[in-house]
């Protein structure tokens, strides 16, 4: 059975904190994702890394880094936690080639203080 | 801007209705267009792709429509059951990123 799994459900951050969000898929994928989904606007990529140690920027990378050091672990970083990046958090994977699925993860629920 | 528009953001249907989603991209550049499924609490699933070679998929109750000319693409869903509320997403990909609608949320009334 395929799995993502992310290391929280829940967070509560205080602002300017650092704060790390991980994600772990056990299907061997090439590509790794991390969106944040609000009410009413779907879902936003942040950052995407189609192998490891690369990385590319989604739609909103301001504020996120992101590092790739083995293929299977993706980790989104908030340097300086502020209010408006509560969200949650969502991740994903898929085969490199693209016309396959994603495969989510149940999320984090992040919410800055 | 947008890159895929969906409508309508919420819908509710009697049981045993049919459920309809629409959803129109601009980039002609996308090959690859899911629909997934999310449940309160839960990631989104896949619940049916279509590539745009195809006019038409069906598995089950759901179906896609796909108009390559007008850029759209819809999701039908026969016989709606109480089960199927939840929120829908459509999706279009190119070079393996996708970029997802708003969002619908569905309701079935039992």
């Known amino acids: 059975d395929v799995k993502v799994t992310q290391s929280s459900r829940y967070l509560v951050k205080r602002t300017g904190e650092k704060v790390f969000l991980e994600c772990v898929q056990d299907?061997?994928?090439?590509?790794m994702f991390w969106y944040r989904q609000d009410p009413g606007l779907g879902l936003r990529l942040i950052y995407f890394?189609?192998?490891?140690?690369?990385?590319e920027k989604g739609d909103i990378p301001e504020g996120y880094s992101v590092s790739r050091e083995k293929k299977e672990r993706f980790s989104l970083i908030l340097e300086s936690a502020s209010t408006n990046q509560t969200s949650m958090y969502l991740c994903?994977?898929?085969?490199?080639?693209?016309?396959?699925?994603?495969?989510f993860g149940p999320g984090t629920r992040l919410t800055v203080t | 801007q947008q890159q895929v528009k969906q409508s309508p953001q919420s819908l509710i249907v009697q049981k045993g209705g049919i459920s309809i989603i629409n959803c129109a991209y601009e980039?002609?550049?996308?090959?690859?267009f899911p629909w997934y499924q999310q449940f309160p609490g839960k990631g989104p699933a896949l619940l049916i792709a279509?590539?745009?070679?195809?006019s038409e998929k069906k598995e089950g109750r759901f179906t896609i429509s796909f108009n390559k000319s007008a850029k759209q693409f819809s999701l039908h869903i026969m016989d709606s059951q109480p089960g199927d509320s939840a929120t829908y997403f459509c999706a279009a990909e190119n070079a393996g990123k996708s970029t997802f609608g708003d969002g619908t949320t569905l309701t079935v009334k039992p």
């Open positions: 299907m061997d994928h090439e590509n």
């Open positions: 980039n002609t550049a996308f090959d690859y």
């Open positions: 890394s189609y192998d490891v140690k690369m990385k």
């Open positions: 994903a994977s898929s085969y490199r080639t693209g016309r396959y699925e994603q495969y």
């Open positions: 279509i590539r745009p070679d195809v």
